[in-house]
């Protein structure tokens, strides 16, 4: 168990649709990054907010955007859903910002678009 | 600009030692990291080496890093059926940009009884 949690575990929807995935970090973590695993992209990195503030955004679509709360936890909003966008969705978390910090990634949440 | 890749398929007997091979282009990689995922599961990490430093050892995980030729591999002692899954590496670039991994494809372990 990282200490990293995700909710839900599992997303169907529908084509069109907008889905909200929750990470928790690490207890002490402020850096909070999302990455996306599909088949035909692999593990890409998308977007990390420090403490609040984004502070790197790797291929996120525009349809997609994240936040990070007060209390340090994040959501990942997608919306106008395509087949296309199906894949898990992993949050990871680490101690710092720009500093190579190790991460730690949460279970996943699989969305499943049809 | 940046790319990792790997080999996509390892088979090895229960016991033997397991090598797994990665390179990567980006010569300003501050961290290489090794991830497992097995079927199912997320991320978990395995270990990971800090640029200027050519080997790491963590009990059955060796960590070999070739810096000139861009080249890391990870060795798996005494190698059993529960290291069968997908072995990812990863590279990241400390800075102003933030900390993004960029992984490479993974290589899928399968360990025969």
């Known amino acids: 168990d990282s200490g990293v949690t995700q909710t839900p575990k599992h997303l169907i929807t529908a084509t069109g649709q907008r889905v909200t995935l929750r990470c928790s970090p690490r207890?002490?973590?402020?850096?909070v990054y999302w990455y996306q695993q599909s088949l035909d992209q692999g593990l890409q990195f998308l977007i990390q907010y420090y403490n609040g503030e984004e502070r790197a955004k790797g291929n996120i679509l525009e349809r997609f955007s994240a936040q990070q709360f007060p209390d340090l936890h994040s959501e990942l909003n997608l919306s106008s859903l395509e087949l296309g966008d199906s894949a898990l969705y992993f949050c990871a978390s680490s101690v710092g910002d720009w500093e190579a910090g190790t991460q730690y990634f949460g279970p996943g949440t699989r969305l499943l678009v049809l | 600009g940046e790319d990792v890749e790997q080999s996509l398929f390892l088979s090895v007997r229960e016991g033997d030692s397991s090598v797994i091979n990665c390179t990567y282009t980006?010569?300003?990689?501050?961290?290489l990291y090794w991830y497992k995922q097995e079927p199912g599961a997320g991320l978990q990490l395995l270990t990971y080496?800090?640029?200027?430093?050519d080997m790491k050892q963590d009990q059955r995980l060796t960590v070999l890093l070739n810096k000139k030729d861009k080249h890391l591999s990870l060795r798996i002692a005494d190698t059993q059926t529960g290291d069968s899954a997908i072995y990812f590496c990863?590279?990241?670039?400390?800075?102003?940009?933030?900390?993004?991994?960029?992984f490479g494809g993974g290589t899928r372990l399968m360990v025969k009884p």
């Open positions: 080496i800090f640029s200027n430093m």
């Open positions: 207890s002490g973590d402020l850096s």
């Open positions: 980006d010569s300003s990689s501050t961290y």
């Open positions: 990863a590279e990241s670039k400390a800075g102003n940009a933030g900390n993004m991994l960029t």
